[in-house]
């Protein structure tokens, strides 16, 4: 199973934009790309995910480099709710089970 | 549109009893998985059912763990017996089919004494 590498930990000031890194060398050409985010005291909730090309929705965007081994997630005015840990999650369509592994996320903590 | 459902939210019980979860998802959703999460740590899949079917139990410690989704709906976690390093929060998701958005409930924080 392909892993992801994340920072531990990010700072961002309420109303600029933050992009959080994720790295995933080992990724397949099969593997989507996934982005969680876990509120304290909550379950994790989606937030976006692609397989190639940069995705946009109302809550984020994601930026998939050329070579896929690398993604960023990007929040384009952080407001004190956004404050979580981000997980950023390879799937694998081969497996049937699209099993997603987490890792230890990016705790991102926003400054008012 | 209703959340997935857990049951109890917290629980606390001494080594060696047992306990149980439940999970109700989302109407329609196929796809049910059990998560641990450790302190600290990101959730742990512990085992994924497709309508009544087990995919994937590999994380599963069954000498102790045991999980079942008989009607294909809800579906209940078992602990027998229970260790100090089960303390956890256990997480319900379900999914329309494998590899759309899951959808998480609150889980049920377990401290084990």
């Known amino acids: 199973d392909a892993k992801t590498t994340q920072p531990n930990s990010m700072e961002s000031n309420e109303e600029e934009p933050v992009h959080l890194p994720c790295n995933h060398s080992?990724?397949?050409?099969?593997?989507?790309i996934h982005w969680y985010r876990q509120l304290p005291s909550q379950g994790p909730e989606y937030v976006i995910h692609g397989l190639t090309s940069n995705v946009n929705n109302r809550m984020a965007s994601l930026a998939i480099a050329e070579d896929r081994k690398s993604s960023t997630l990007i929040l384009h005015r952080a407001t004190l709710r956004d404050a979580a840990v981000y997980y950023c999650i390879l799937s694998s369509a081969d497996s049937g089970t699209y099993k997603y592994i987490f890792g230890t996320g990016t705790r991102l903590k926003v400054l008012a | 549109e209703a959340g997935v459902a857990q049951s109890p939210r917290y629980k606390i019980i001494e080594k060696r009893q047992s306990v149980a979860f439940w999970c109700n998802p989302i109407s329609g959703h196929a796809t049910l998985y059990w998560y641990q999460q450790i302190l600290g740590q990101g959730p742990k899949l512990l085992i994924q059912?497709?309508?009544?079917?087990?995919?994937?139990d590999s994380q599963l410690p069954k000498d102790r763990f045991s999980a079942e989704r008989l009607k294909g709906v809800d579906s209940t976690l078992k602990i027998q017996p229970a260790k100090l390093e089960d303390s956890a929060v256990y997480l319900c998701a379900s999914s329309f089919l494998p590899g759309y958005e899951q959808f998480f409930g609150p889980g049920t924080r377990l401290t084990v004494l």
């Open positions: 059912f497709q309508n009544n079917g087990v995919v994937d």
């Open positions: 080992t990724i397949s050409g099969t593997d989507y």
